[in-house]
Each structure stands twice: as C-alpha cells, then as structure tokens.
C-alpha cells in the first residue's frame, strides 16, 4: 500500500473526527442551555402562581378576622341564636342589619356564601339568599364536618369538596370564631369560596404552550387528590388521583411532600415533561407548572437533525474524495467503520471479520476482540455499579428518614408507642421519654408500667378509656390527661391518641398510638380565661366609677359655680379690670363644666332606662319645637315636618334624640342666613327612616364617622359653643333602639342626618 494512498486515509479520519465533535459538542451545550432556561421559566410561573393564591387566602385570613370584629356580628348573631325558630321582628332586624354588611362582603370578596352558625352547629344566618332556605338550621356543608369544629378555635381552611346543595360545584370553607362583646364564644363565622375564582388564578396557561399546564394537589393517606381542572383532564377535580411512590404524576408527589424543585419526570398521562413544583404550606397543597418535553425540547430536536445533515454532508464529501484515492483500501475503512458505528450504538455482539492480512484486517481484529472484551466488562461493571447505587440509594433514603421524623417529633413534642398485646411488651419513641421526663432504663416495658407515669388522679381515667376500647371493640380512642415526671415532679398535660391493629380473624394483637406534649397550650389556655375575667370585671368596675364620679361631681361643682356668680355680683366693678377677667373666667369654666358632667350623665344613663312602649314620633317633634321656642324665634328659625310614625321606644330618649338634631341643625347656621330644618321618615322594608335636613354651614364628608365620637368637635367654641357629647348622645340612643345613624353633607349646603330604627 503506497504512502499516498495512507496519507488520503488520515487526512479522512482527521476531517471525521473534529466535525463530529464540534457537533456533539453544540448539540450539547444548546440542550443543556434550552432545558435550563425552560425550568427557570417554569420555577418562576411556579413561584409567581403560589404566591397569587397564598396572597388570596392571606386577604381571605385578613377578612375574616375583620369580620370576627363586626359590631353588627357581636350584636345579632345572639339574636338570631336566641329567636331562630321564631319570625319575631326582633329576628329579622336583625337579619336585615346583617344582610346590609354581610352582602356587601360577600359581593366585594366574590365569595359564594358568608353563613353565621350557632354554637349547636347550626347555620342560622347565610348571606347568599339563593342558598339561606336549603341552609337554614343545616349543618356546614364540608363532608367531614370539621369546619365548625376546628372554627371555633382559630380561622380554619377546610379541604376542598363538592357542595351537592348548591349545584355540585367545588367549593371550601374558611371558618373562624366569634365573640359576643364580653368575649364569650356565641358561634362560628363561614366564608364560602367558589373555587372557580381560584382556578381563574392559575389556568392561564400563557407562556406554556400548547401541552403546558399548572394544577394542584393535596396528599390525602397514601394518594395524591387532583384539585382543580387539568388541561387534559377538566372533570379531575377530587376525582382523579395517583399513588405515592408510582410512576405516574411525579412532580405532583414531589410538590406535597412539601419540597421544592424541576426537572423531569413523568406525568399524571404517562408522558415526559419538564416541570417545575413547590409547596403551599399555608394551605398544604402542591403546586406544579409543566410541559410535554416534546413540546419544550421541539428546538433541540431541530438542532440535532441539522447536526445530522451538516455532518451526513461531510460524511459523503470525505467518503467521495476517499473512494476517489482508491476503492480498495476504503472498502476495508467502510466496513470498519461500519463496524464501529453499529457497536457505538450498543450492539456489542456485532464482528467485523475481515481476512486482510494487513494493517487494516490487523486492526478489524483487534476490533472484535475490543468488541467481546468490552462486552464482558460492561456487564459485570453495570451490575456492580447498579447494586452499588441501589444500596446507597436506600441507606440516604432510611437515613434520611429516620433524621427527619426525629426532627419532627421533636419539634412538635410528639411521640409514638406501641404495645403488644400477645407478651405485653411496650416500645417508645425517644421523644416520649422526654416529655415523660424518664431515661430508657428507667422505664419498664409494660402496660402496668406505663400507668406508674400517669398522675395519680388521671389513671383511672387512663386505664378505663384505653380497656374500654378494648372491651367495646373500637379501633381508636384519645384522652387528654396529666403526667409526672419522675425525676422533677413536674406535672406536664398531654394528649393520648390509640388505633388498634387487627390480626386476619379481626383480634385485636396490638396498639398503635402517639403522646403529645399540650402542656403549654394548657397553660396558655388558662391564662387566656384569667385574663378575660378580669378585663369584664375592670370594664364594670370603669363604667359604674365613670357613672358615680359624674354624679358625685355635680353638688360640689354646683356650689363652686354659686360661689363663683356670686364673687361675679358682688364685686364687679370693685376691684381692677384683671380681677373681672379672672372672675368672668372662672364662671364660664365652672358653667362649661356642668354642662360637660350634665351630658357625661345623660351619656351613661342611656341603657339603663326603662321598657320600650309605642311612641307617637309626630307628637314628639311638635313637642321638642315647643320647648325650643324661645331659642327658635331668637334665631328666626323655621321647623317643618311630614306626618311621622309611631315606633316602639323610649319616649324620653326619643325626645332627647330630637332635640339634639334640630338644635344642632339650628346652631350651626350659616351667618345671615334664616335656619330651615325639616324632619321626615319613610318606611323602607323593616326599618323606618329619618331624616333632619337643615341648610346650614354642612360637614366634609372626610368627618362623617369622627362627629358621632364623644368629645370629637370640628370647629372651635368661639365659633360655636359646645360640649361635644350631643352626636354621641343621639349615636348611643339609636344604638339603644337596635339602629343606626349617619350624616350626608356637602359642606356649604347643609346636612341631612339619618337614623333607621326597626318599624
């Protein structure tokens, strides 16, 4: 064979070798780059849609609190627990105060319901009024009852479920206690979200594709329960699921076993895909962003098979130039090469066999012995290598696990036992040690054993729950009960959960149960009541001191304001112009004062008064514009009224209310202008309306709330004289008859008050 001949041959290989590099290598690094910024873009649709939903249940958390706060909640949710299975009036005032802000909120909220339930569990209030016949007097609709249970606690997100009553949609609750103004538990405040608002948060599917989607899921036992619509799936809601630990729905099993992560795996289809998932704590949802990577790899692809044609064309132009140098020597290169490729790509069964006695059938079989040698050696590395991998694989898993329920247990002062019944042999976790305040030795290994650490008071108790369950067959039983560490003496609450486990003939064989440590929700709970007890017992000792020191006040202030006039009479004149100053002084401040305690009382009898009668409104009026002549022609003011009502009152009360209102309509007059007040009311559903419209100097709007605060003035008293108690008088005396009062104003043009009272 002639130099040239082998010349031709290198200068082929070497032209071969470089072009399929430089392609692998492009093909590689373009792959790499695409998949990652693929899963970045899914992390952060991932992230932007989990922080949408926690944004909304936190603004769910947010109104529910406010809402534990109503004042309108605190005054008629006793109602309607007291008169439900009455159409009393008193009943539907009270609902229809309710509807007036509960309405609203469920409108602003997009919420499907708001339902109020009374302490027995039964829904005696529900804002929606399509649903409040089917609801009245029913149960919470969630399937487990766990709504009002865990509600009257602290706010509560139930598990999402269908609601069969209100046309089978997915619907969840959110649940929270609520107080009546002393603090005592008068029942549980529901909000019902329409999940369809929550699916509108992560089913735009922008920048995913046609394949791409974003669910969520929830672990329920040893499955993972689909929560929403699937892309490929819109009947899925809590009826599609998959098993923990199966091939199938990966990135769902990554994402509720609360980590954080992407990558790729299998889908709940059965296809690859990248996906990107993360835990919703708040909630304990899994939430995954995906796509078919198919779809996401479709550049690759297109990559590759440029690659392909690119280095296919090389390819052909090295095999013309080299079957032009002479077909004899590269028919044995072809067939080499053939060789080659077809034991690349994994068949390592497959010979050369060629009968050149040259260099290149030396080589063709040194070829085939490299072929049968690397065959041997795979094999046996594969096998090593993959029962080195499982095992390490399994001893992280176990080691990993064995940490983490450690961890966790510790954390929430939890511990597990376990008795078997056939030897009576007792086995704890390290934890229950610790909460039992014992070492491992020191502890027997037997039921009888385990009462020696109970309190003495509590083991009776103990002992007849745990028998009892044996006795009556029950799988399960849970106590709370006391305690005593041994080397402390420190008496520590816990709660004790049982399951009993049964052999195939259904005999119980052994108990499977956890200890948890409760005892400083115990302490917390009992300082809690403390402290409620004596902040009612300081608000009556405040209010009856606020009502006995403005009474007392009046004899000794009265007398210092006799005194005062009459140093004022006698002596004015006599001594410096200061001096007149000084007395003139001390009689204003001595009279402003006795009107203030003068209102102070009138503010804190309101509420101690009498018993409601029917009062003639009408009457009322002309009654008040009687009294308030003389003040009425000195100010050339005009009073017209319609026909009023009569309403069930406290006709002194009433008869203070207007006097307040048209005095005050008349006092803050504007300068040369003739005061017009008229009084009306019109009769609107179970309410009666007033109103007292004047065309005085009128009130920004900005105020409307502040003026109805006792002391809370908005011009000075040079301007206009006063104590500040008035609007807070007539506020109280409305409140009183189960009303409401507001002001309308447009400063310049007058002021109309209005006040609803029930009709």
């Excluded at 954080?260 to 990107?276: C, Q, T």
Aim: hydrophobic fraction near 40%; glycine fraction near 8%.
């Amino acid at each position: 064979m002639s130099i040239r001949v082998r010349l031709t041959i290198m200068f082929l290989v070497f032209v071969l070798i470089p072009s399929l590099f430089v392609g692998v290598l492009t093909f590689t690094n373009y792959k790499n780059s695409l998949e990652t910024l693929r899963l970045s873009a899914l992390q952060d649709i991932a992230a932007f849609k989990a922080d949408k939903i926690e944004i909304y249940f936190a603004g769910l958390k947010a109104n529910i609190e406010i809402a534990q706060g109503y004042y309108n909640i605190k005054k008629n949710l006793p109602v309607l627990n007291r008169l439900t299975h009455t159409t009393d009036l008193e009943f539907l005032s009270a609902r229809k105060l309710l509807d007036e802000q509960l309405q609203r909120m469920q409108s602003v909220l997009l919420l499907s319901d708001i339902m109020l339930v009374n302490p027995m569990g039964e829904i005696v209030y529900s804002s929606n009024p399509k649903h409040n016949p089917k609801d009245f007097l029913d149960r919470l609709p969630d399937p487990e009852q766990k709504a009002f249970a865990e509600g009257k606690d602290k706010v509560y997100f139930s598990d999402i479920f269908f609601d069969k009553a209100k046309g089978n949609v997915p619907v969840m609750l959110v649940t929270a206690p609520a107080t009546g103004f002393e603090g005592a538990f008068i029942g549980v405040i529901a909000f019902e979200v329409d999940m369809s608002n929550i699916y509108k948060l992560i089913q735009d599917v922008t920048g995913l594709g046609k394949t791409g989607e974003v669910l969520l899921g929830k672990k329920t036992g040893d499955e993972v329960v689909y929560l929403n619509p699937l892309r490929h799936d819109p009947e899925a809601v809590l009826k599609r699921s998959i098993s923990i630990g199966g091939e199938l729905g990966g990135p769902v099993q990554e994402a509720v076993q609360g980590r954080k992560g992407a990558g790729r795996l299998i889908d709940y289809r059965g296809k690859k895909v990248i996906a990107a998932w993360r835990y919703i704590p708040s909630l304990d949802w899994g939430m995954v962003a995906k796509i078919d990577a198919e779809e996401a790899f479709a550049e690759v692809i297109n990559l590759r098979n440029l690659v392909v044609i690119i280095l296919t064309i090389v390819f052909s132009l090295c095999g013309i130039i080299a079957f032009s140098i002479a077909k004899s020597i590269s028919e044995p290169i072809k067939n080499l090469s053939r060789g080659a490729e077809i034991v690349g790509s994994g068949n390592l069964d497959y010979k050369v066999e060629t009968n050149l006695n040259d260099e290149i059938g030396q080589l063709s079989r040194t070829f085939d012995k490299m072929t049968r040698d690397l065959k041997r050696i795979t094999a046996s590395r594969d096998e090593l290598n993959k029962e080195i991998a499982e095992r390490k694989r399994a001893e992280e898993l176990l080691s990993e696990n064995e940490g983490r329920l450690k961890r966790s247990q510790e954390i929430a002062h939890l511990g597990g036992w376990e008795l078997d019944l056939h030897n009576n042999m007792l086995t704890w976790s390290d934890e229950v040690y610790r909460i039992f305040g014992l070492q491992p030795q020191e502890f027997g290994a037997s039921y009888e054993a385990f009462l020696e650490a109970v309190h003495p008071d509590d083991r009776s108790a103990v002992d007849a729950a745990y028998s009892g369950s044996l006795r009556d067959g029950r799988d399960t039983y849970e106590i709370d009960h006391r305690v005593v560490r041994k080397s402390t003496g420190e008496i520590r609450y816990v709660h004790e959960k049982c399951q009993h486990v049964r052999d195939e003939t259904g005999r119980i064989i052994r108990s499977v149960g956890m200890v948890h440590d409760i005892t400083e929700r115990k302490r917390a709970e009992e300082d809690l009541q403390k402290a409620l007890s004596e902040l009612e017992r300081s608000n009556r000792e405040l209010e009856q001191f606020a009502y006995v020191a403005s009474h007392d006040l009046q004899e000794p202030l009265r007398m210092v304001a006799s005194y005062v006039k009459l140093l004022e009479k006698k002596y004015r004149g006599q001594l410096d112009e200061k001096a007149d100053q000084y007395i003139h002084f001390a009689v204003d401040g001595a009279l402003r004062m006795q009107k203030l305690i003068e209102g102070l009382l009138a503010y804190a009898r309101i509420g101690r008064g009498g018993e409601f009668t029917l009062v003639n409104t009408d009457n009322i009026v002309s009654q008040v514009v009687s009294d308030l002549a003389e003040s009425l022609q000195e100010s050339r003011a005009v009073i017209t009224k319609d026909d009023l009502p009569t309403v069930s009152g406290d006709e002194t009360l009433f008869m203070q209310l207007f006097q307040n209102l048209i005095r005050n309509a008349v006092k803050f007059r504007k300068p040369e202008v003739t005061p017009q007040v008229h009084v009306s009311a019109k009769k609107e559903g179970r309410e009666w309306i007033f109103s007292v419209r004047d065309n005085g100097v009128g009130i920004d709007q900005a105020y409307a709330n502040r003026i109805f605060l006792i002391f809370q003035r908005l011009h000075t008293r040079e301007e206009y004289p006063g104590t500040g108690i008035g609007l807070a008088l007539c506020k109280k005396i409305v409140e009183r008859h189960h009303g409401r009062i507001w002001v309308e104003s447009v400063p310049d043009e007058g002021a109309t008050f209005f006040f609803a009272i029930p009709g």
